[in-house]
């Protein structure tokens, strides 16, 4: 079956750095990717990883892929407030046309 | 700016009312997607368009109504909404859909949708 799991929250201190963590039950992934979206506004792509790789790393983001353990985590250094936001992992199956599963969303409060 | 613009932005409606949400990519995509995004839910695909023809309908009530003049264009038509349709509506676009390559989806800002 399909599903993509993220944890509601996370609060950090401003210059810290965060870890937002998603699991997904598909093994057919093909990318998984990371959006952000602030209040008000749509979804923003800040990237995405494919599936035969276990790292990316797009200056102050970080993306970690284990796919033996379907754990996907993205890591954003020196967090500031204009980072915070609810960040959307998904999922996408070769075998479905890319269709995007989407878990819940975690929103980052970042604290001064 | 990704390039996926969308009218109106907030948009109040009662429950006999008729109107139309408007989607507008400007990335020279062929596939339009419109989701649902309501309150502690995950996001829920509605409709995918490639190369104007609907491709998935995503068991949507038929109070919604998509249509897709051209590639660059997706409207979603909705009459007698009841209350729980509010949610902010999502268009989004890609080169494609429905291929054995991913292509990548840019949403635009959405429709905050509110049905009294």
């Known amino acids: 079956g399909e599903d993509v799991e993220q944890s509601l929250f996370l609060s950090v201190r401003e210059g810290d750095s965060s870890v937002i963590n998603c699991t997904y039950t598909?093994?057919?992934?093909?990318?998984l990717y990371w959006y952000k979206q602030e209040p008000g506004a749509g979804l923003q792509l800040l990237t995405y990883?494919?599936?035969?790789?276990d790292m990316k790393q797009d200056q102050r983001l970080t993306v970690l892929l284990n796919k033996k353990d379907k754990h996907l985590s993205l890591r954003i250094a020196d967090t500031q407030t204009g980072d915070s936001a609810i960040y959307f992992c998904?999922?996408?199956?070769?075998?479905?046309?890319?269709?995007?599963?989407f878990g819940q969303g975690t929103e980052l409060s970042v604290k001064p | 700016e990704t390039g996926v613009t969308q009218t109106p932005r907030h948009l109040v409606m009662g429950m006999t009312n008729k109107k139309s949400l408007k989607c507008e990519q400007h990335?020279?995509?062929?596939?339009m997607y419109w989701y649902k995004q309501s309150a502690k839910k995950p996001l829920e695909l509605m409709f995918v368009?490639?190369?104007?023809?609907?491709?998935e309908n995503n068991s949507v009530p038929s109070r919604f109504s998509p249509e897709c003049p051209n590639s660059s264009h997706l409207f979603l038509h909705l009459h007698t909404l009841q209350p729980e349709d509010s949610a902010l509506y999502l268009c989004?676009?890609?080169?494609?859909?429905?291929?054995?390559?991913?292509?990548?989806?840019?949403f635009g800002p959405g429709t905050r949708l509110l049905v009294l």
């Open positions: 989004a676009s890609s080169r494609t859909s429905g291929g054995p390559l991913q292509e990548t989806q840019y």
């Open positions: 598909d093994s057919s992934s093909t990318y």
């Open positions: 990883i494919f599936s035969n790789m």
């Open positions: 998904a999922e996408s199956m070769w075998n479905q046309g890319g269709k995007l599963i």
């Open positions: 990335l020279g995509h062929n596939a």
């Open positions: 368009y490639n190369f104007k023809e609907q491709t």
